[in-house]
């Protein structure tokens, strides 16, 4: 079997495993007053060259996003994001449900990726004041998106100043933000508070972490409401030592860019190859930036491909997605390529 259905499904890092078992000795105050969470609110403020940053581990992104937004939005508020983003069509109204109503508002542009026309021309249109309106307050954005694409910082900041005309805040779904950090090449702060984000979901599940997320606040307003909210919903766990551990492990000696560039990588190598089956019905749906790729091919030859034993998510009779992660090999790859290239040529 070669798993291509998600980085969720992957294993974890033995750096994330090793720094779990170093936490395991003696004992350390509860609900993150221990040392190892002390020190991950240094390792994050080192990492994206921010003095004041705060962080929360959570347990999921899910709690992550809602967390984040909630703090970032009154009830009556409307969080604007991609029609495509997690947080509208994956969470199941988590953010609604934290936030005490908020509502969620899909913005369109192409290749999964907010448009600025579009942004302004939806803020524009809102009747600002009107207590019969949902009032937006928040603009998520999501890198890399649903479908793998990446903004560059400048089209971050391109949109952050949009928002910020509006006096809205700014989120960043970060689920796999390490992978769009080591394609763009960049500093983390590049793109997130320097172009304007105010919270941070950061991700570390998809990318080798044991069930270990963040959210990184560099608003302090937006901090000390969760404070609150963390609590409330449960995400300030008595053992949080073990969450600081790996996000802080997860962080130091730039393992998690390394972890990212290799299911990057895998993924470069894995395109290349179903590129060259384009006499063959192969076509990618959309660019790939990171270690995501959405794939057209023969029903019957996906039929043969899954029977072969390669794992992918089906998203319709002759859609896919892939997705490396970093335990995907090169010889993963090579033999999904052939794979795939058997089961085309089969049904040519």
């Known amino acids: 079997m070669i798993e291509l259905r998600s980085d969720n499904a992957a294993g ?27 020190h991950l609110q240094e390792v994050v403020r080192s990492v994206f060259e921010h003095p004041t940053a705060r962080v929360f581990p959570v347990t999921s992104g899910t709690a992550a996003n809602s967390l984040a937004l909630s703090a970032s939005t009154p009830p009556w508020g409307a969080v604007l994001c991609h029609e495509s983003a997690h947080i509208i069509t994956a969470e199941g109204g988590a953010t609604s449900l934290f936030s005490g109503g908020a509502v969620m508002r899909g913005v ?24 019969h309106e949902s009032q937006p307050s928040v603009l998520s954005l999501t890198l890399p998106s649903d479908y793998g694409t990446v903004y560059r910082p400048h089209e971050i900041a391109a949109l952050t ?9 700014v989120h960043l779904d970060g689920a796999r933000i390490a992978n769009a950090v080591a394609a763009l090449d960049c500093a983390p702060a590049d ?27 560099f608003d302090d307003r937006i901090a000390e409401e969760l404070v609150y909210r963390t609590k409330r919903s449960g995400h300030v ?26 299911s990057n990588q895998r993924m470069a190598e894995l395109v290349a190859e179903l590129e ?35 794992l992918f998510y089906r998203m319709d009779e002759t ?30």
């Open 108 to 131: 369109g542009g192409p290749h999964a990726l907010i448009e600025p026309d579009e942004l302004r021309a939806a803020l524009e249109s809102v009747r600002w004041g009107d207590p």
């Open 161 to 169: 100043d949009i928002a910020r005309e509006f006096e809205l805040r």
């Open 276 to 310: 060259s089956l384009a006499s063959y019905g192969v076509r990618l749906a959309e660019r790939v930036d990171v270690n995501m790729a959405f794939v057209e091919l023969p029903a019957a030859a996906l039929d043969a491909a899954a029977d072969a034993g390669l």
């Open 12 to 38: 974890v890092a033995p750096e994330i495993l090793a720094a779990v078992d170093a936490a395991n000795t003696g004992s350390a105050l509860a609900y993150g007053g221990d040392e190892l969470t002390a």
């Open 191 to 217: 793109v997130t508070w320097r172009a304007g984000v105010d919270v941070l979901s950061l991700g570390a599940t998809k990318n080798g972490a044991l069930s270990a997320e963040a959210i990184v606040a």
């Open 237 to 262: 766990t008595s053992k949080m030592r073990f969450q600081s551990a790996q996000v802080a492990a997860y962080l130091t000696d730039g393992l998690w860019l390394r972890l990212a560039g290799h």
């Open 319 to 348: 859609s896919i997605r892939l997705v490396t992660s970093w335990q995907t090999t090169a010889d993963d790859v090579t033999t999904a390529a052939a794979t795939f290239r058997a089961a085309v040529a089969a049904d040519a």
